[in-house]
């Protein structure tokens, strides 16, 4: 970062400081502006033994200033002033408004002010009616009503224009308005589709039977003995066979 110089203000520089003030200051900027428009000399033992002359003349200066500002303020503030531009399509403007159309249009009307009093945060690109606050003295701020119109004299007043885009947005909205609503009640299931989804409840899983014999079982037919089994002979009328080995001794003894 260059190294700044220290000046003297020997007159009022605005957002700067006024006059007797020491302030530092970028050198080009001294050198280019300052300086050679006799602003400001540099701040060295010589200048600063004028501080307090300066000072004093500046506190007189800044009364008298200050004095001129409120005479002023009585008789512009709420003032009116008109700008005329070109539309490109309804309330669009072609083109933009800033500080240096509004400043021309003070001076017609025999408002003179610097670019740097006028307060703007933004380029004005619509018609309409505005409100611009000017500092006619750091203490001092006033209001002035601007009226930015269509210049071609054929064209609608500003009223007329005004109300007919506002017509214009309403209508958007409500068309806005009534497509969401729609979209939102058609999300909502139909009676007819509940009904079908509640038929489709009662019907079993997939990969579920409805009351079916498993595979491999019969309907109808009595169990089969499991394997291994046979059936109880003795039962059908058949008497117990006595084991061979127990007839032969039974002979033997006889």
Request: glycine letters at 8%.
């Amino acid at each position: 970062m260059a190294k700044r110089t220290e000046v003297l203000l020997v007159k009022d520089v605005l957002k700067l400081g006024n006059m007797g003030d020491v302030i530092r200051v970028a050198p080009g900027y001294a050198r280019n502006y300052l300086f050679p428009y006799g602003l400001a000399v540099h701040a060295d033992g010589a200048a600063k033994r004028q501080i307090e002359v300066l000072r004093e003349k500046a506190a007189k200066s800044e009364t008298e200033r200050e004095a001129k500002a409120q005479a002023q303020a009585k008789t512009v503030n709420n003032s009116s002033i008109q700008i005329g531009q070109r539309v490109s399509q309804d309330d669009e403007l072609f083109g933009s408004i800033g500080t240096k159309e509004i400043v021309t249009a003070l001076a017609k009307v025999g408002i003179v002010v610097d670019g740097k009093q006028v307060h703007l945060t933004d380029r004005i690109r619509k018609l309409g009616r505005y409100q611009i606050d000017v500092s006619l003295h750091k203490t001092v701020k006033v209001t002035i009503n601007l009226e930015v119109v269509n210049s071609d004299p054929n064209a609608p007043s500003l009223a007329e224009t005004l109300a007919a885009v506002a017509a214009k947005k309403a209508e958007k909205d409500a068309q806005r308005k009534a497509e969401k609503e729609a979209k939102a009640s058609g999300a909502a299931a139909p009676e007819g589709e509940e009904k079908d989804d509640e038929a489709k409840a009662e019907k079993p899983a997939k990969g579920e039977k409805s009351d079916k014999p498993a595979k491999g079982e019969k309907q109808g037919k009595g169990e089969k003995p499991a394997k291994g089994q046979k059936a109880d002979k003795a039962s059908a009328g058949g008497g117990d066979k006595p084991a061979k080995g127990k007839a032969d001794k039974k002979k033997k003894k006889d």
